[in-house]
């Protein structure tokens, strides 16, 4: 079907008004707002959303005593973790807890339950339990628990501890450091 002669003014009429609003101001307006949209959608699809914090983090935690008392009832249920190093998980740490230092996480996250147990971690004061807590939320896991205040809460709070320098009460008190005794003033 051949153009007749009116469809061709009719086009030539067209592209002249849009010429002409391209070159007012309100056409640079809206040209410059359309370049912007498409801008921001173009950063929007190639910015990956694990970088897009748009809420907040939120760690999942826990009071020691509650903890230790849910843990008592199912032990099953939990990996009770201690993200410090294996020389001072050994000298005092929760009694329960397996020591998976947190530099090794990288190549024990791997062996970790992703569901069916709760991940439980728990370090000094809590902060390297928090790294960690970060870490394995970054590698998928949902499952995860933080004990707040770590084994310093544990601890004030009179919870079960073991490891080799952990002194009951019922132990002669010439081996408990709080009774103001230093055994080394013996051999002066």
Known sequence: MPIGHDNIIRMNHILTRTR?????????????????????????YLT?????????PVMNEMGPTEFH????????EYVFI???????????????????PIESLYDEHYALPRSGKKIVLICTTGRLAAVAYGYLKYQGFNNLLHIQGGMVNWAN????????????????????????????????
């Open 69 to 76: 008392q849910r843990f008592n009832e199912n032990p099953d």
């Open 82 to 100: 201690d993200v410090r190093s294996p020389n001072i998980y050994n000298s005092a740490h929760a009694k329960g807890s397996v020591n998976i």
């Open 48 to 56: 990956p959303l694990k970088y897009v914090n748009l809420v907040p």
């Open 157 to 188: 709070q009179g919870l079960p501890l073991e490891g080799r320098t952990v002194f009951s009460a019922s132990a002669p008190s010439e081996y408990r450091p709080d009774d103001g005794h230093d055994p080394s003033d013996e051999h002066q």
């Open 20 to 44: 002409r609003m391209l070159e007012s101001e309100f056409g640079v307006i809206a040209l410059g707002a359309l370049a912007a949209a498409l801008a921001t959608a173009l950063l929007i």
